[in-house]
């Protein structure tokens, strides 16, 4: 940025008195977007515009001092007057401050300016750590004239002094601190409160009291130096005392009417305030109520607006037209200050569009605009004996300040451009019924997307995986893989079945770790199908969590040709508790029976005929004789030996 543009002096309340409404906001609205320019510029540029130009400086100047002077400045002032506090707060932060933004007029027009500022008073702390000597030697020029108008013979000149001093004072410690560090100045006050009139008396009286709690204030309060000062009043009280002065001494004054004692009470602790708060009890007894100047308290029943209308609505001049909303905002701002009356509240509503929070923002920084701020606070609604009735017809609320908003604002129904023919009332074909759908083909799908979508529909899949799509992977997956149809599909099956092969043999290829990466399987692995490290470990993971899969793979790519050269056996086979006999079949072993003559051998006697054969051979009747002979005696009582020796030879315990 080669230069930041100049600024222009604020203009002062004769001009501003002669300016049309029009070329004012123009100036304000150019003297904004000026500050936004400097508070943007770079730090280079900005000090050179600080150091090298008086215009930014004799700006500051002259609006904190019409702003100290009238603190009830139209509302359009309100963004240039925060822009001017962080326009200060930058310079102020700099290391090098022009000396006319370090005079103590100025710094105590900047204190009056934001009362309520609680980034003021850091601000203050900063500027007195970095540069209080020069504020000192600023103060110092103020204490002098001071000390010499107090002790003229005509001390009420010393009012503009102690009216600029007060803003000073009562923000800053510091100020207040150096002020008294010296009896000249306090001394002084007291000498010429019986000269002045009643009201610079109040303001000696209250400018002592800033002093003097300044020094219990600061980070390390001064209780020496407050109990000398403190001893002094004392001693000034005594000798009034002794001469019988009946008229209101500066010592009475001090302690009445201001809350000295209890913050001095409030402050001293420890062995140090010992003293004090023996000295201050002392003081105490100098309080006089008859000289005790009246609190303003406005204590009367705040008229909401409850009671019965009487009056009919009220025109332009009388607040506009009243009703349920609007007394719901006079309540609002009642409930923060109830001393003010619903006519002034709704005055404050027509001039700020209904606004409470700016209605309250402007009664808290006292910056009404003057034919409000001169108005009557207390000021009722208007009483009239019309009747109550109104002879316009009834009207809903009106909506709040706010305005409703949607996704259907300024759309084409909105704005009254949509064509007619798509407007109707109700359902828009009364006639079409459920077959006649059903019979219109127009909108029907191919028989050939339907064919399709059933060819890639897999009864054997769930659902479609789409992990590793390029929409949801973002670009990890080569975008050359190949298709679903055709050639590419035959180059997806090629790769899935070298894929599938390599996951059988070793599954130790498919990890991710850099040497599985660099191995010579991998790289072969790569070469055959054109995948990529990132998609061939995808497919793997895939297949560890897709059994199903897995096995339709295994089904699809399985070797047997439907040739079986060998048959395995399937006979049971001994256990190997029966050592010599693992390799026996049932026939070497004489049956399932063995030699018992049980399973296949049952029935054979001893003689070699068998219960089953023929009935006409001798040696099966003598086998089946036999038999039935036999049979009461062995019956089934050696089953348990034969399960036995079964279980031993199955290699189970016995």
């Not at 500050?35 to 930014?56: E, K, M, N, P, R």
């Amino acid at each position: 940025m080669a230069g930041l543009p100049p600024f222009t002096s604020f203009p002062t309340a004769e001009v501003r008195n002669v300016i049309l409404p029009t070329q004012w906001d123009l100036y304000v609205e150019s003297t904004t977007s000026l500050t936004d320019l400097y508070l943007q510029s770079s730090d280079q540029d900005f000090l050179s515009a600080v150091q090298h130009g008086t215009s930014l400086q004799d700006f500051l100047t002259s609006f904190f001092h019409e702003l100290a002077r009238n603190p009830t400045l139209s509302p359009s002032l309100l963004p240039l007057r925060r822009k001017a506090f962080v326009l200060l707060h930058r310079i102020w932060s700099s290391n090098t401050v022009p000396t006319n933004l370090l005079e103590w007029s100025f710094v105590s027009n900047v204190c009056r300016s934001y009362p309520k500022n609680e980034q003021r008073r850091s601000l203050l702390k900063l500027i007195w750590s970095r540069e209080g000597s020069r504020l000192e030697k600023s103060l110092q020029l103020a204490k002098d004239s001071a000390i010499k108008l107090l002790d003229s013979k005509n001390p009420d000149n010393v009012e503009n002094i102690l009216d600029s001093l007060g803003p000073l004072l009562k923000y800053s410690t510091e100020a207040g601190e150096f002020m008294l560090t010296g009896s000249d100045f306090f001394d002084s006050l007291g000498s010429a409160y019986p000269k002045v009139s009643p009201n610079i008396q109040r303001k000696l009286v209250i400018t002592a009291y800033l002093g003097l709690t300044s020094l219990v204030n600061g980070p390390k309060p001064k209780f020496s130096l407050l109990s000398d000062y403190l001893y002094g009043l004392k001693t000034s009280a005594e000798q009034a005392q002794k001469r019988k002065e009946t008229e209101k001494t500066y010592v009475a004054d001090l302690v009445t009417n201001t809350p000295l004692v209890e913050r001095i009470r409030a402050a001293s602790s420890g062995t140090e305030g010992a003293r004090l708060k023996n000295i201050v009890s002392s003081l105490a007894t100098y309080h006089q109520e008859g000289i005790a100047r009246p609190k303003k308290i406005i204590r009367r029943k705040v008229d909401k607006g409850k009671g019965k209308a009487t009056g009919e609505e009220h025109n332009n001049e009388g607040f506009g037209e009243f009703h349920v909303h609007r007394m719901s905002l006079v309540t609002q701002v009642q409930d923060l200050f109830p001393d003010l009356g619903p006519g002034f509240v709704i005055k404050l509503l027509d001039e700020y569009n209904d606004n409470v929070e700016l209605v309250t923002a402007h009664l808290l920084e006292d910056s009404l605009p003057p034919h409000l701020a001169t108005a009557d606070r207390s000021e009722p609604l208007p009483q009239t004996s019309t009747p109550a009735y109104s002879h316009l017809p009834p009207r809903s609320t009106p909506p709040p300040a706010y305005e409703r908003r949607n996704k259907y604002d300024n759309d084409e129904l909105d704005n009254l451009t949509v064509d007619t023919s798509r407007l109707h009332i109700g359902r828009k074909n009364q006639q079409l019924t459920a077959d006649n759908i059903l019979s219109d083909r127009s909108n029907a799908p191919k028989k050939s997307s339907i064919l399709a979508a059933l060819a890639a529909f897999d009864l054997d899949d769930d659902e479609r995986d789409d992990t590793y799509d390029v929409e949801d992977v973002g670009g990890t997956i080569d975008s050359a893989a190949p298709g679903p149809d055709g050639a590419d599909a035959d180059l997806q099956d090629k790769n899935e079945e070298a894929l599938f092969r390599a996951f059988a043999m070793s599954a130790d290829v498919f990890g991710r770790d850099a040497e599985t990466r660099r191995g010579k399987a991998r790289a072969i692995l790569k070469s055959e199908t054109g995948m990529t490290d990132e998609a061939i470990e995808g497919w793997a993971v895939m297949m560890t969590r897709e059994p199903r899969r897995l096995r339709r793979l295994e089904a699809k790519y399985a070797t047997f040709s439907g040739q079986q050269r060998e048959l395995a056996s399937t006979a049971y086979r001994g256990s190997p508790a029966e050592s010599g006999d693992e390799g026996k079949s049932d026939a070497q072993r004489g049956g399932r029976g063995g030699h018992s003559g049980r399973g296949r051998g049952r029935g054979r006697g001893r003689g070699g005929g068998n219960v089953a054969g023929s009935n006409e051979e001798k040696s099966t009747q003598v086998s089946r004789q036999r038999k039935e002979a036999n049979k009461g005696s062995r019956a089934n009582h050696n089953r348990r030996d034969q399960r036995a020796r079964k279980m031993a030879r199955g290699g189970l315990a016995g």
